[in-house]
């Protein structure tokens, strides 16, 4: 079972739209941070010794759509993630032009606000699309 890391947040009832996209700055930066110690292998168990190796494949991986099958397609030097708003997807680079360091969580948050100012309010145009929106059915 793939469960997403952010399955686990608590909501923040006193959340408006700006301070949900700081928050989400900071967990796409901690979430960088996260899989860049995975991928070098700094990643030390909880508990009884196990084997880790797939939480290098928990960022970083597509599914890609083709005929009759998808494809999964693992990327370990990407740079960005893909934000769904308003049934619309972003690309939000979070690594820097040489891929060596993480964006300050100013400038996640700066391309967030960005997007938000791309979409239209809800009921005005705005299309509410559900997290499988690339997996419909009867696609081939």
Do not use: N
Not at 18 to 28: E, P, V
Not at 85 to 98: P, Y
């Amino acid at each position: 079972v793939h469960v997403a890391p952010g399955y686990g947040l608590r909501p923040d009832a006193d959340c408006g739209t700006d301070r949900a996209l700081l928050r989400l700055a900071k967990f796409i930066s901690a979430t960088f941070r996260w899989q860049q110690k995975s991928l070098a292998g700094q990643m030390e168990p909880e508990s009884s010794p196990s084997c880790m190796s797939f939480l290098q494949r928990l960022l970083g991986t597509a599914r890609v759509p083709k005929m009759a099958r998808d494809e999964l397609r693992f990327s370990p030097a990407s740079t960005h993630v893909a934000v769904q708003c308003a049934g619309r997807i972003f690309r939000v680079e979070v690594l820097g032009k040489d891929a060596s360091c993480i964006l300050g969580v100013e400038e996640l948050h700066r391309q967030l606000q960005h997007i938000i100012s791309k979409v239209p309010p809800p009921g005005k145009g705005h299309i509410e699309l559900g997290l499988g929106m690339l997996t419909r059915e009867d696609r081939d």
